[in-house]
T-cell receptor, first 113, second 115 residues
Framework: AQSVTQLGSHVSVSEGALVLLRCNYS??????LFWYVQYPNQGLQLLLK??????LVKGINGFEAEFKKSETSFHLTKPSAHMSDAAEYFC???????????FGQGTRLTINP | DTEVTQTPKHLVMGMTNKKSLKCEQH?????MYWYKQKAKKPPELMFV???????INESVPSRFSPECPNSSLLNLHLHALQPEDSALYLC??????????????FGPGTRLTVL
């Protein structure tokens, strides 16, 4: 079985500062890892994903994440926060052929002017 | 077309009403999903259809009845709901791949309020 832990239900950063959202996963088989963003009253939009290959993955809106197998982590970063980044972020894990996505509890990102 | 559409956007219903939520995708995906999302929580999986057959039912109460008329459409029929069923209902779709990952594409959701 898989599980995801997102450290910090709420993260607040200043505009222009580094964004770091933490995600740790548990999986007995090689995982597929995803970060989704959800703006208020909207659906989930895929930011980026790790399947195989390069462990540093780049996504939309300047976000990137690094898969670290030894640390079972997939933290999301962005060098410089923008006001439009304020949203809820979900980390999720899946495995080969699996129909289910296992979500973390989410992290609400607030950007201070 | 890389979009999942959902109608209606908002729905208010009484506990004795019958209503339906609709989801549509034209990406050729063969797996479709219903999720329920309460405020400040992650989506909770309700149902999965694979090749138009129900493959996962996460012990959802019978007042929620899914239907997949064809590979592009997914409905969720609602009857005798309770106020605690008020939530954002999300539809998603994915390729059905037994050998790889199934990236899910989400629709914008239907905001349901049960009075």
């Amino acid at each position: 079985a898989q599980s995801v832990t997102q450290l910090g239900s709420h993260v607040s950063v200043s505009e222009g500062a580094l964004v770091l959202l933490r995600c740790n996963y548990s999986s007995s088989v090689p995982p597929y890892l995803f970060w989704y963003v959800q703006y208020p009253n909207q659906g989930l939009q895929l930011l980026l994903k790790y399947t195989t290959g390069a462990t540093l993955v780049k996504g939309i809106n300047g976000f990137e994440a690094e898969f670290k197998k030894s640390e079972t982590s997939f933290h999301l970063t962005k060098p410089s926060a923008h006001m439009s980044d304020a949203a809820e972020y979900f980390c999720a894990v899946s495995t080969q052929g699996a129909q289910k996505l296992v979500f973390g509890q989410g992290t609400r990102l607030t950007i201070n002017p | 077309d890389t979009e999942v559409t959902q109608t209606p956007k908002h729905l208010v219903m009484g506990m004795t009403n019958k209503k339906s939520l609709k989801c549509e995708q034209h990406m050729g995906h063969r797996a479709m999903y219903w999720y329920k999302q309460k405020a400040k929580k992650p989506p909770e999986l309700m149902f999965v259809y694979s090749y138009e057959k129900l493959s996962i039912n996460e012990s959802v109460p019978s007042r929620f009845s899914p239907e997949c008329p064809n590979s592009s459409l997914l409905n969720l029929h609602l009857h005798a709901l309770q106020p605690e069923d008020s939530a954002l209902y999300l539809c998603a779709s994915s390729q059905e791949s037994s050998g790889g990952y199934n990236e899910q594409f989400f629709g914008p959701g239907t905001r349901l309020t049960v009075l």
